[in-house]
Structures are given as C-alpha cells and as structure tokens.
DNA sequence: GTCCTATTTGGGAGTGGCTATGATTTGGGA
DNA sequence: TCCCAAATCATAGCCACTCCCAAATAGGAC
C-alpha cells in the first residue's frame, strides 16, 4: 500500500470522524455537507470525491462491507453449510460486543432512524448485502449460479441478523447482542417464529 | 365521501399517471418536479401538497399499502394463522395477475431499481409494510404486544414474497406471479432453502 | 342567491445536496 | 531534478424541497 493510499485512508477516517461528532451534536437535516468540509478542513469538492453523498457519511461508520459475507469466508471449509451460516451470523454480531463500540453503534442507529434518506439507503446497502452473501453461498456449495434457493437462504440470514439487532436495540441492552442472536436463531429453528405456508 | 375529498383523488390519480408517463418517457432523472406541475397544469407548491417527494410519485403506483396486512385481515378468522399468511401473500401476488397490470408494475419495477432514491425508499416502505404486517398478525392471534417471535413471523412473509417477485421477474414471466409465490412458499417448506443454525 | 370562512391553490424567494468543469497543486517515479 | 498523473479546490449551476403569504375556491349558514 503506497503513501497516497494511506494518506487517502486517513483523511476518509477523519471525514466520518468529524461528520459523525456534527452530527451528535446537532443533529443529520442541520449539518451541511459545507461545515463538514470546513471543520475538516478540506474543499467541499473533495469532501464529494470521498463520499458521494451525504447519507453514506452517517452509514460509513457502521462498516457494513461483507458483513456476513466476510464471517462466512472465514468459517472452516469442510463445516457444513447451514452450521457455517449460524456461526458467521454469531460472528456478525460479536463485532457489537465492545461496550464503547455498541454505544457508538446504537447512537448512529437512532440519528439514521430519525432521517428519512439514511435510513433508507441501509436497507439498500443490506439488500446489496444479501446478494453477495448469496453469491458466497453460491461459491461454497459448489454451485454453479445463484439460485432462488440460495437467494432466499442469504435473504433469511440476513433477516435473522437484523431482527436479533432489532430485538437487542428494543431491549435496552439487558443482554449482549450475541445472545440476542442465538434467540432469534433458535427462534427460527424451534418453530417458534410462525412460517407461512399452503395446504 | 365529499367533494372536496372526489376532487383530490382525481388530481392525486392524475399526478401519478402524467409523472409516470413522462418517467417513461425520459427517466426518472431526467424528469423535473417542475415538468410534471405544468403537464398537469398545477402549481409545482401543489404538486409537492400531494406528493411530498419525487421518490413517492414513482412508488405510489406499486399501491403497496396494506399489501399484506389487508389480505391477512380478509382471511376467515377461524384458519389457522400460517395457511391465512400463506393465503395472503397468494393473494397479494394475485393482483399482479392481469397482464396489462403486471407489464405496468414491471416497468415501473425497472425505473425503480435503476434510480437509488425510489430503490431505497421502496425499502424502507416494505420494512414499514412489515411493522404493520406483525401488528395485524399480534391482532389476530391475541396477542396483547408485537412480540420479537410475531415480527420475524411478519419479515419472514414479506421476504417470501420479494423473493418471489424477484424470482418472476428474472424469469421473464414464464409463469404467473402467483405460480412463483407457491414456489417459494414450498421452498421454505420443504426445507430447500438452507436455514442458518447453531448447535 | 349571498355571504362567510376554512381549505386549497399558487407564486416567489431561499436553502442545500449534488454535478460538471477547469485551474492549481502535489506527490511519486524516472 | 524533472515530469506526469492524480488529488485538490473554487466556481457556476441544476433541481429537490421548504417557507411564507396572497389569491381563489368550495361548502355551509342564512
């Protein structure tokens, strides 16, 4: 990695750093991308060429890139598909687990619940999400496409995770994000969350 | 119902059908809030008292409001709560049966996810379709609150039909809409789709 | 029919996110 | 030390969206 490349990381760092401090103290609608640039002290040009647009400065820090996708790669080859699952949507939520990093988490989650565009725009990201999760899948069964089969997999995985985070976040945090997800995983094995079907 | 409430609803139909003939016309960029007030010869203040952003004249003729929940309401109250979801989310695929309607959704469906503003607020919309979802169902089967189990029973629906609507449009129609619902309602039956679990 | 009033409409000004362009600077390799 | 490519930045401009206030309008009271 050459030094443009690490200067060009610093200053990414220190984009979302400042954005994000604005953004506690006053609020996402009443910062401008402007005073950003200025408190970091860079052209407002510049500030566009590192983040296109305004809602992705308040998703950057919740660093969402392969969030599954990354865990399942790192579960053990010969373990079998639905374990290896379970384990990467456990190890997901383990990144939650330092207490300073889940409350920086939890406040960025209430400023993007309360803006409209973010919050939209991280449903997007995680659909994106769920595609790559599919194609991951698709690699280690050794299949050749990624079928509708694979796809709903990804899509229920992805949807076990962000129900345990919804459920830890309503719950004040009496337990630990992990455990969160182990309920709603045995949740999803015991039948106990209702599956629609036909007769 | 009075008149002024008649009058309102014609201008709302109007608004939807001049913005989306001239989306399909030029794009969804390429079409300015401005244009679609004179086409429809009103104020562009009034344009915005009925549509309160541009991304909303693109997603309001999905009419995805209670597309699950309202069905679900419709169901005997005496079946069982997993075949009445199963029956609902048939018959929210049902009403893209006819073919004129679904080559209209279908192409609305295509300026969506090719324009990032509608695609992440068509998100955020099913994820609020999915709130309202597990309400419907807590009403149904008495239970007093939303419970963690009852929200991912309503995420789980909407998921299976997404995918199903996914799964239809990316085989070009070959089958009907409702076809492809029974598949992946079977898919999550039998057991084709891998479920994530933990030991 | 005719006021009267609440609601709807519309215009105009302004904010801010975002883009395009082109000039200037800067840093890394030859 | 020079050169080229990449990064930075200022400027101008578009357009979604908001605010505010004046004008029109429709429905009810008499």
Request: hydrophobic fraction near 45%; charged fraction near 25%.
């Amino acid at each position: 990695m050459g030094l443009r490349e690490k200067k060009a990381d610093r200053t990414r760092r220190l984009l979302i750093d400042v954005a994000v401090e604005l953004f506690f103290e006053y609020g996402f609608d009443q910062v401008t991308m402007e005073q950003i640039a200025e408190q970091a002290e860079i052209g407002t040009s510049t500030l566009y060429r590192y983040f296109p647009s305004k809602d992705l400065l308040l998703l950057a820090p919740l660093d969402l890139e392969g969030g599954l996708a990354g865990p399942l790669r790192d579960r053990p080859a010969d373990e079998p598909i639905d374990l290896a699952l379970g384990n990467a949507i456990l190890e997901a939520a383990r990144s939650y687990d330092s207490p300073e990093r889940s409350t920086y988490i939890l406040r960025i989650r209430d400023l993007i619940d309360h803006a409209p565009g973010p919050r939209a725009r991280l449903w997007d990201t995680l659909a994106q999400e769920s595609e790559l999760l599919a194609e991951v899948i698709a690699e280690r069964v050794g299949s050749p496409e990624v079928s509708a089969e694979l796809r709903m997999t990804a899509s229920l995985a992805m949807m076990v995770l962000g129900q345990a985070a919804d459920a830890w976040r309503a719950g004040n945090q009496e337990a630990s994000a992990v455990e969160y997800t182990h309920d709603a995983l045995a949740m999803l094995a015991s039948g106990a969350a209702i599956m629609p079907r036909v007769d």
